[in-house]
């Protein structure tokens, strides 16, 4: 079996010493579930309507960010958009319209119309299948902000932090 290496910071890394914490067996669940998560995202066929709500439930996503996907996925069928991107889902988080990243924009005094106005508009002949690459990324970098935070949900908020955190989205 492969080793990896875990850096902990010094702090940690006493507490963890001292409480006997089994280090790797920690590291071997946490890496198991983040990828179990990364992988139904990335298996996700919008054209197989179980597929999506299959991610969902791996993800542990809120039903937010269900109804974030299904408009999302509206989004890129309007835009005649083969695939979902990152400015459908950035579009389904505020017409959404009640969670947090909304409130999460309007305290960083980012007005949420204005962003929606920013949107790119494209047009196509398509149907959406999947994610594109950047949004599909973005939704990995959301389980990994939920993971990192120490929730075992991933909400709208997540979501955000994600899209923010995708250098090509």
């Known amino acids: 079996m ?68 299904r408009l999302a996925v509206d989004r890129a069928r309007a835009a005649g958009s083969a695939q979902v991107g990152t400015e459908h889902l950035l579009g389904g988080v505020l017409d959404e319209g009640g969670n947090l990243a909304l409130r999460v924009l309007e305290v960083l005094e980012v007005e949420p119309g204005r962003v929606a106005a920013s949107l790119p508009t494209t047009t196509g002949e398509g149907e959406p299948t999947s994610f594109g690459p950047d949004a599909a990324a973005a939704l990995e970098l959301s389980v990994v902000e939920a993971v990192t935070l120490g929730h075992n949900y991933v909400g709208c908020e997540h979501l955000l932090l994600g899209l923010v955190a995708e250098p090509g989205g």
Not at 21 to 30: E, G, L, T
Not at 41 to 53: G, K, T
Request: charged content about 30%.
């Open 2 to 69: 492969p080793k990896i290496n875990v850096y902990l910071p010094d702090e940690l890394a006493e507490q963890v010493k001292d409480a006997g914490v089994p280090v790797s067996a920690v590291c071997q669940r946490a890496l198991e579930q983040a990828v179990r998560r990364i992988a139904a995202i990335r298996a996700v066929r919008l054209d197989d309507p179980d597929s999506l709500e299959r991610a969902a439930r791996a993800t542990r996503v809120t039903d937010r960010v269900r109804a974030v996907f």
